[in-house]
């Protein structure tokens, strides 16, 4: 048997909550920031060597 046949309703339904939150509460937002400060971070070091944006002067 596998180990979700084995577990219980209420011992999953509370592991389905634990993994809910964890996911909602610390790795999305985790991700999200993440994900934002290396794009710009990326941009930051883009315009180090090719120059800000806008037109040639």
């Known amino acids: 048997m596998s180990n979700s046949q084995t577990l219980d309703v209420p011992t999953r339904r509370?592991?389905?909550?634990?993994?809910?939150?964890?996911?909602?509460?610390?790795?999305a937002p985790a991700l999200a920031v993440a994900i934002v400060s290396g794009l710009g971070f990326s941009i930051w070091i883009y315009q180090m060597f090719a120059g800000p944006p806008g037109p040639p002067m």
Do not use: P
């Open 14 to 27: 509370k592991t389905e909550m634990r993994c809910f939150l964890f996911l909602s509460v610390f790795l």
